[in-house]
């Protein structure tokens, strides 16, 4: 059952083991969806969750304090694909590229082409069709970059199964500390950042169900024509 506070807190970055110490954005949703208190509520896909907590942790007191009015939406934003969470840490990862310089530019590159291998259940070597179309399109700028990391990841082997586990929130945040150490407006792109990743999460949500529905009305339609 969601409970609605009448106040918005006072949020604060990192994890708190009791709701008096504070809370941040995650444990203030785990609190609205009626969950045990924590930062990684079961409301929430895991990935969006990384990225709620990253943004968290990395913008402003003042920006920090604007994200409260998210975590409504955030306690309805539940997995409904397995594979979504590749989707949101490409999108972190490529928004976070244009801000990055070397080092970071290649840590970030491997991480999107790690993210799509990994994606087609590989766990080493790499090709050109592994790419998923908004990766090609985010690194037409960084050809050498692109050279190099192909190379890196063609000598590293990481199971599909210990990149979601390890590889997506180390991506994710990367992505996040770049954006906020690297824009000048830093915490209005963290915020524009979280706000896509949960439109794309919401928007996987609203296509899943459109199958079931077209089937009920298949189904309404063969009983009518019956009759």
Same mark, same amino acid.
């Given at each position: 059952? $969601?409970?609605? *506070?009448?106040?918005?807190?006072?949020?604060? &970055?990192?994890? #708190? =083991?009791?709701?008096? #110490?504070?809370?941040?954005?995650?444990?203030?949703?785990?609190?609205? +969806?009626?969950?045990?208190?924590?930062? #990684?509520?079961? /409301?929430?896909?895991?990935?969006?969750?990384?990225? +709620?907590?990253?943004?968290?942790?990395?913008?402003? +007191?003042?920006?920090?304090?604007?994200?409260?009015?998210?975590?409504?939406?955030?306690?309805?934003?539940? $997995?409904?694909?397995?594979?979504?969470?590749?989707?949101?840490?490409?999108? /972190? %990862?490529?928004?976070?590229? &244009?801000?990055?310089?070397? *080092? =970071?530019? #290649?840590?970030?590159?491997?991480?999107?082409?790690?993210? !799509?291998?990994?994606? $087609?259940?590989?766990?080493?070597?790499?090709? *050109?069709?592994?790419?998923?179309?908004?990766?090609?399109?985010?690194?037409?700028?960084?050809?050498?970059?692109?050279?190099?990391?192909?190379?890196? %990841?063609?000598?590293?082997?990481?199971? *599909?199964?210990?990149?979601?586990?390890?590889?997506? &929130?180390?991506?994710?945040?990367?992505?996040?500390?770049?954006?906020?150490?690297?824009?000048?407006?830093?915490?209005?792109?963290?915020?524009?950042?979280?706000?896509?990743?949960?439109? !794309?999460?919401? $928007?996987?949500?609203?296509?899943?169900?459109?199958?079931?529905?077209? /089937?009920?009305?298949?189904? !309404?339609?063969?009983?009518?024509?019956?009759?």
């Amino acid at each position: 059952m $969601r409970r609605i *506070p009448d106040a918005l807190p006072f949020l604060s &970055p990192g994890r #708190h =083991r009791r709701r008096r #110490h504070g809370v941040c954005l995650m444990e203030y949703t785990s609190i609205i +969806a009626g969950e045990r208190f924590s930062d #990684h509520p079961r /409301c929430t896909d895991p990935a969006l969750a990384a990225v +709620a907590r990253a943004v968290n942790d990395y913008s402003s +007191a003042a920006g920090r304090q604007r994200l409260a009015e998210l975590a409504s939406d955030l306690s309805v934003a539940s $997995r409904t694909d397995p594979g979504l969470g590749y989707a949101v840490a490409r999108r /972190c %990862l490529l928004t976070a590229l &244009p801000y990055a310089e070397q *080092p =970071r530019r #290649h840590v970030l590159v491997v991480g999107v082409l790690g993210l !799509d291998r990994a994606s $087609r259940d590989m766990s080493r070597g790499w090709r *050109p069709d592994f790419v998923d179309v908004d990766t090609e399109l985010g690194l037409m700028p960084y050809d050498r970059e692109l050279a190099d990391a192909t190379a890196f %990841l063609r000598e590293l082997r990481v199971t *599909p199964r210990e990149y979601v586990r390890r590889g997506l &929130p180390f991506a994710i945040e990367t992505a996040v500390a770049t954006i906020a150490e690297e824009a000048t407006d830093a915490d209005d792109q963290l915020r524009a950042l979280l706000e896509d990743c949960l439109y !794309d999460v919401r $928007r996987a949500a609203a296509l899943a169900q459109v199958p079931s529905a077209m /089937c009920a009305a298949s189904s !309404d339609t063969s009983v009518s024509s019956q009759r």
